[in-house]
C-alpha cells in the first residue's frame, strides 16, 4: 500500500488525523504528512474533503 497526500489540496482539516493517527499527522504547517501505513488510512482517504489523499495498492 502506498499513500500519498497531495499538499497543494490539503487544507489541514485534520479530519485523516482523527480518523487515522497511525497514518497522518499535521506537520509545522499545518499539512497533512503521511507517517505510517494502516488499515484506517482508507477512512482518511475517503472522507478527506479536499480529495488530497491517494491510496494505491
Do not use: H, Q, W, Y
Amino acid at each position: 500500500m502506498k499513500i500519498e497526500v497531495d499538499r497543494d489540496l490539503c487544507t489541514g482539516c485534520g479530519t485523516c488525523v482523527a480518523l487515522c493517527p497511525a497514518s497522518f499527522k499535521l506537520d509545522d504547517e499545518n499539512k497533512s504528512v503521511v507517517i505510517g501505513e494502516s488499515d484506517c488510512a482508507k477512512k482518511g482517504e475517503s472522507a478527506c474533503p479536499e480529495g488530497a489523499i491517494t491510496i494505491t495498492e
